[in-house]
């Protein structure tokens, strides 16, 4: 009786089982199953399957295909065929197609429609070269009072570039929530394709704020009433037909958005909690309200204008004072369910299901991440348009794109509402084709986050992009369990000590990461102890192996750094925690509250960061090293 279920989860993609991190094969339970073709929109009893299979019809096309731009594609369509280029130009015949420039075109042939994904096979490499990871966020002394912004960001480009760094990397600088205080992670945001207006520079001084960490519940209320003021300044000098040109532009998807956000401050962050008709964005109760609020649509367009002009004017300060790629912006994974991005075009998400990860050794239950997932289905009848556009939104503005948890384009975990996850197949050709053509427009590169439990055949596929990998120092090890010597680290990767989910070099040296979660409760004191055995043994090979591979102190930052530069990988990412010796980690995974998550301030501001000896000796060590 299940057989047709079986088939319709198979046809969507949704993998039987998994292997997990210990060799253990999972299968996919049949709640699971049924869960992840309700959140798809398909249906998930055996009677509507069996119908729904019996009225598909057998395709003469592909959903989709990959050529190579500037060709024509290996695909002939069976009799007359209509052919809408990305630009808009149209064509018809019959036979052969013709060639194709660079993008997404548009077939239809025998009552289907075949999206063609003209991309470059693959991206060049960016030369050698290193740069400097910050927190936006953290980019205020407790001096200096209020949180980082982008005339933070510009300042800390124009005086990183004269050391020598080719770029600057942050946190994800997507539209969050401004009216939910307690929203103050980077990585769950309400809209990819709109920018975080707290990091606006209004020009308002802040007070000063004490040794604690930052209270965000201060100071998105003061940065929303500053942004306020600086409106009515803007409007009452008459405006600026810059903003204007901007804003027809964007068209209807920044008024959706400035609607949301309208919409937010009369009634909550999250749409599910609206009332019913205006959760969805084209009811003509939302339309009405549309009309009501169009004077606090112009505010939050306006708002946004200034984050992308601001923004740009930091990537532009970073490219003239010499940096190669200038910024490195981060794109998250998934998107707030409840969010911006989801009201404004629910179709392309599941719904019912977030992105996660499955038990490991670090959480023995997995991880429900809360963030909706692209819906393969849709994406794919979308002409994968949604993931086009995120990706371009972030490339106009940057020279090096890293996208959080790669690993999704080949397969997602998928933690549906009231069963245990299962993992769902992405079109992974067809998603690194799109990168592809983004990141070939932009002329920029695509860093891919491949860490964790990597499917088979992702990394060969992502090398044959050129699109880089990431390899971290803490983990990386040689067939004997020794630290890999830098000679045999990959080519085309960022190479760097660890991330905001990890301990900084201090804190790793210190087990600061496994005191926390120890005082967490996330550690019995046996597991405590066998990790800092473990980490003890860790930190004693790395010493040696640095001692080994320069000739500076070892147990010191500077020659971990040494070890990093003198990789095969073509970009150093150095993070500033530790040049600076800051202990502690940005982000411990797995707690909400009980740890000042994307609260901590960095000790200094871009010129005192830029002036202090341990930057330039780091700068020293990677220039002696090619970089």
Request: proline fraction near 10%; aromatic fraction near 6%.
């Amino acid at each position: 009786m299940a057989e047709a279920l079986d088939r319709l989860a198979s046809l969507a993609g949704i993998l039987p089982g998994y292997t997990d991190v210990t060799g253990q094969y999972r299968p996919t339970a049949p709640e699971t199953r049924d869960a992840l073709l309700a959140a798809m929109g398909l249906p998930a009893t055996t009677t509507e399957a069996a119908e729904w299979l019996a009225a598909e019809p057998a395709r003469d096309l592909p959903e989709w295909t990959v050529s190579v731009d500037d060709t024509a594609p290996d695909l002939t369509p069976p009799g007359p065929w209509r052919l809408t280029r990305e630009d808009g130009h149209e064509a018809e015949g019959a036979g052969p197609l013709p060639v194709l420039p660079l993008g997404r075109h548009r077939l239809e042939a025998a009552g289907e429609t075949c999206w063609i994904l003209s991309a470059p096979p693959r991206l060049p490499l960016p030369p050698r070269g290193w740069g400097l990871m910050v927190p936006l966020y953290g980019l205020r002394s407790a001096a200096r009072g209020g949180i980082g912004d982008y005339a933070d960001l510009a300042e800390m480009g124009s005086e990183l570039a004269p050391h020598g760094a080719g770029f600057l990397g942050l946190n994800p600088v997507h539209a969050g929530f401004p009216t939910d205080p307690d929203a103050a992670s980077p990585y769950t945001p309400s809209h990819r394709r709109r920018l975080a207006t707290l990091h606006v520079a209004t020009g308002r001084a802040a007070p000063p704020a004490g040794d604690g960490p930052i209270d965000y519940a201060a100071l998105i209320p003061a940065q929303t009433a500053a942004l306020r003021d600086s409106f009515e300044a803007f409007e009452a000098a008459g405006g600026d037909p810059a903003f204007e040109a901007w804003r027809a532009a964007e068209g209807a998807g920044l008024d959706r958005f400035a609607l949301h956000q309208a919409l937010s401050e009369r009634h909550g962050p999250y749409w599910h909690a609206w009332p019913a008709p205006l959760q969805d964005a084209a009811s003509p109760e939302t339309q009405a309200a549309a009309a009501e609020l169009a004077p606090d649509m112009r505010f939050h367009a306006w708002a946004q204008w200034m984050a992308e002009t601001q923004l740009r004017a930091a990537q532009e300060a970073a490219k003239a004072a010499g940096m190669t790629e200038g910024l490195y912006l981060d794109l998250a994974v998934g998107t707030h369910p409840h969010g911006a991005e989801t009201w404004e075009d629910p179709a392309s998400f599941a719904s019912g299901a977030s992105l996660g990860a499955p038990p490991d050794a670090f959480s023995a239950e997995g991880q429900n991440w809360n963030l909706a997932p692209f819906n393969p289905r849709a994406l794919i009848a979308a002409g994968f348009a949604p993931l086009a556009e995120t990706l371009a939104r972030q490339l106009r503005l940057s020279g090096l794109l890293r996208i959080d948890h790669i690993l999704g384009f080949e397969r997602a975990f998928w933690v549906p509402n009231g069963a245990p996850g299962g993992y769902v197949q992405m079109p992974r050709e067809a998603m690194l084709a799109v990168a592809r053509i983004e990141a070939a427009r932009a002329g920029a590169t695509i860093v891919g986050e491949d860490l964790g439990n990597i499917p088979d055949g992702l990394g060969h596929a992502l090398d044959a992009s050129g699109i880089l990998g990431c390899r971290l120092t803490m983990f990386e090890s040689g067939a004997d369990g020794a630290p890999r010597p830098p000679g045999d680290y990959p080519e085309a990767v960022v190479a760097s000590f660890s991330t905001h989910d990890l301990p900084t070099w201090k804190g790793w040296r210190a087990g600061r990461d496994i005191d926390s979660r120890t005082a967490l409760g996330h550690l019995s004191p046996d597991q405590a102890e066998d990790a800092r055995q473990a980490r003890t043994e860790a930190v004693a090979a790395l010493d040696r192996a640095s001692a080994e591979s320069t000739s500076l102190p070892a147990a010191t930052a500077e020659a971990m750094h040494a070890h990093l530069a003198q990789t095969r990988a073509r970009l150093v990412a150095v993070q500033v925690e530790n040049v600076l010796g800051m202990p502690d980690q940005p982000n411990l995974p797995g707690t909400v509250t009980e740890y000042p998550n994307w609260r901590q301030r960095l000790p200094a501001g871009p010129a005192e960061i830029a002036a202090d000896p341990r930057l330039a000796a780091t700068a020293r060590i990677m220039q002696d090293n090619g970089r």
